[in-house]
């Protein structure tokens, strides 16, 4: 088992399904400021995939680059966690997803900043200043939308009981991790668990949200497996060049 | 007052009436030449000079129809996003799109300048009452399309465009100069997916070749009907709104664009094209004109999707709107509260 | 008997975003410039939104959102803000395009 390949694809497809998600909304954003802003967000999350994925071929040493990985693997290939194929659903559904995800981006890259493999820990800090401004922009709407209207409330409340279920995935460890953490070019997950529940919490607190009773996570993407969703979305997403192997693009 | 006699020195009201108007209409008859000559001398007209009502409402109507086909021609290329069959190329059509949601919000801004609340605006182009450019009336049917849309129709409007970096409008003028700037990006991406598809593989080829056959008349029909069938134009190149003509236009782009046609291998889908030595222009077949005025009319391809898309994320996006605007109001007043405790 | 009608939503819906007005200043640049304006809810919003749509190719730009309505004006006297290319996102720029000689004028 290729330790390195496999933590780099579960970095890769994290940000590239969150990356293909975001730009579903390009147009039909709630105010076109809002699209701008899903989308620049969407951009930074397909260069990091484009930087991670990169990488990842790399270290498989199999020729495989960033669109042999994205658009030639099948979904049990895939190693995001369960929270980023969660679908977009409505607005709230997607800042809930957002959110959840950038708190514990936030954590990743700050900890891979000082990965021991030099090329690892370039991507993770330029990857930290836009996790940041994402961050502050996903927290930013949580609390507009927890403590808005009622209907805002109401909605928001219930994407958070819908989601967080799926973050879990992200705090997975394994012998992947571990063997990560171990050798020093990467994280366990876990470590981020406590920080994260914090900023839940405070988020919770201002936006006038309950953070809802513990439930049994859903987990299974750092392992290939994966909710009904992911199919449809890379179906759409590898049709091209799944349809024309031979062309270039 | 009374005068001598006594009567009355001030003028029955009636004609003080009459003669006050007459004061106004000289007031703008003035105004209306100062205004004339301003903007033939090449200078810019700001949103606090006077203007004449006509200069103002052309002006909301062009600009916000602008703004508006910024806006809709998001659709047919985001289209794409999804499908977009390298990273590369995903991310380049991501930023060309949110580029062109850029572009629409300094012409909604320019716009407002004017008087006029963003808002209302988009109700006139959800309601129909508003136009945007009727080439975004057209499908997206295969990846050659972003190219041919990026080659022909980001083209096309660069020409349009880039005299209007002279209008007399300040803030028009102002928000073409820097979406200009970020235009030429757009046209050269889509150029270059077309040169690597009209040299790709067989099936590549026919795609942009397709892709050509459709986009090509509609492109032509961008630059506006015939300059004898124009009722808006003479009165916006007046007053520096326009500063070429529809035809000058389209022939400019048809002279420009064949040679890259042919540069790319692709037929230029019109038997009847030729190059006339004598003017030293191309010379197109017949445009079809009664197409136009369908897709125009609202019977094009895709007009009805089009709008349903736009008043679809409107209306979704309504609560989102007004959550935020509550939220902000919350805010407000428990800072005020906390100032009247803290005093 | 006046027949009660519902309330009208759409007066309440027509309370719009504020307008802001954007102010730029580069990295390179002495001084802030007028580059347009945004709706926002609220100021944050404004200042993250003004990087997104003004700042999206320029690191380092000093934001200043003000709400139209706390201005008063003569006559406005803006010149052009001229770009100095963010470093990363070069496919944004004319010049990242390898094109043949032959293609003039794009």
């Not at chain 1, 998600?21 to 397909?46: F, K, S």
């Not at chain 2, 030449?33 to 052309?58: G, L, S």
């Not at chain 3, 993250?48 to 706390?70: C, F, K, L, M």
């Not at chain 3, 720029?93 to 003039?104: A, N, R, S, W």
């Amino acid at each position: 088992m290729n330790a390195r390949f496999e933590y780099l694809l579960r970095l890769g497809d994290d940000a590239l399904i969150l990356g293909q998600q975001l730009g579903l909304w390009t147009g039909h954003g709630p105010v076109l400021e809002e699209d701008i802003a899903l989308t620049n967000i969407g951009l930074d999350q397909i260069g990091q995939a484009r930087a991670w994925l990169t990488l990842a071929g790399k270290a498989e040493g199999a020729g495989r680059d960033e669109d042999k990985l994205a658009y030639f693997r099948d979904q049990s290939g895939f190693r995001n966690a369960l929270l980023c194929e969660r679908p977009n659903g409505h607005f709230g559904d997607t800042i809930v997803r957002q959110f959840l995800f950038d708190a514990y981006a936030v954590c990743l890259h700050a900890a891979l900043s000082g990965s021991s493999d030099a090329e690892m820990a370039a991507i993770a800090r330029k990857s930290a200043k836009e996790s940041a401004y994402h961050l502050r922009h996903s927290r930013a709407w949580m609390v507009r939308l927890g403590d808005g209207t009622e209907e805002s409330h109401s909605k928001v409340q219930q994407s958070l009981n819908d989601l967080l279920p799926y973050a879990g995935d992200l705090f997975h460890s394994d012998a992947v991790t571990e063997q990560a953490a171990g050798e020093g070019w990467g994280a366990d997950p876990a470590a981020f668990r406590p920080a994260w529940d914090t900023a839940v919490d405070e988020m919770c607190a201002e936006a006038c949200l309950t953070r809802p009773e513990s439930v049994p996570e859903q987990v299974g993407g750092r392992e290939g497996r994966h909710t009904e969703q992911l199919s449809f979305l890379l179906a759409e997403m590898q049709v091209l060049p799944r349809t024309y192997p031979d062309a270039q693009w | 007052m009374n005068g001598f006699g006594g009567e009355p020195l001030l003028p029955p009201i009636g004609s003080l009436h009459v003669i006050l108007r007459i004061f106004d209409v000289l007031m703008e008859m003035d105004l209306l030449q100062r205004f004339e000559a301003y903007v033939a001398a090449e200078k810019k007209i700001e949103p606090k000079d006077w203007m004449p009502d006509a200069y103002r409402k052309t002006l909301i109507r062009q600009i916000s129809q602008h703004a508006h086909s910024e806006i809709v021609g998001m659709l047919p290329e985001g289209n794409w996003i999804s499908r977009a069959p390298s990273l590369k190329r995903k991310a380049i059509l991501m930023a060309k799109v949110q580029d062109e949601a850029g572009h629409g919000l300094y012409l909604y801004s320019a716009c407002e300048t004017l008087g006029v609340q963003r808002d209302d605006t988009i109700e006139d182009l959800h309601s129909g009452k508003a136009k945007y450019s009727s080439i975004f009336n057209y499908p997206t049917l295969n990846w050659a399309d972003i190219g041919a849309i990026g080659w022909l129709v980001d083209g096309a409007a660069i020409m349009n465009q880039v005299p209007i970096c002279k209008c007399s409008y300040g803030p028009y003028a102002r928000a073409m100069v820097r979406v200009c700037k970020e235009e030429s990006f757009h046209q050269r991406q889509g150029f270059q997916i077309m040169m690597n598809m009209a040299g790709g593989t067989e099936d590549q080829k026919a795609m942009a070749q397709d892709a050509f056959n459709r986009w090509w008349w509609p492109s032509l029909m961008m630059f506006g009907p015939p300059d004898d069938d124009s009722p808006n134009s003479a009165q916006s190149m007046a007053w520096n709104i326009k500063r070429f003509s529809n035809d000058e236009l389209r022939q400019k782009f048809v002279d420009l664009t064949v040679p890259q046609a042919d540069l790319l291998g692709l037929t230029v889908p019109d038997p009847d094209l030729k190059w006339n030595e004598e003017t030293g222009h191309y010379e197109t077949g017949e445009i079809d004109w009664s197409e136009f005025k369908r897709v125009v009319s609202g019977h094009g391809p895709c007009n009805k999707e089009r709008i349903e898309a736009r008043r679809k994320a409107w209306d979704e996006g309504a609560w989102v709107r007004e959550a935020a605007r509550v939220h902000a109001e919350k805010r407000a007043s428990r800072r005020a509260d906390a100032n009247t405790a803290a005093a | 008997m006046p027949i009660l009608q519902p309330p009208n939503l759409s007066i309440v819906e027509k309370q719009h975003w504020p307008l802001w007005e954007i102010f730029i200043r580069s990295r390179q640049g002495l001084s802030h410039r007028h580059v347009g304006s945004l709706h926002a809810a609220d100021a944050e919003m404004a200042v993250e939104n003004a990087r997104d749509v003004y700042t999206r190719r320029q690191e380092g730009a000093s934001i200043w959102v003000v709400p139209a309505s706390a201005i008063t004006a003569s006559s406005p006297d803006e010149k052009e803000v001229l770009f100095d290319p963010a470093d990363d996102k070069v496919y944004r720029h004319p010049t990242f395009y390898d094109l043949p000689d032959e293609v003039k004028n794009m």
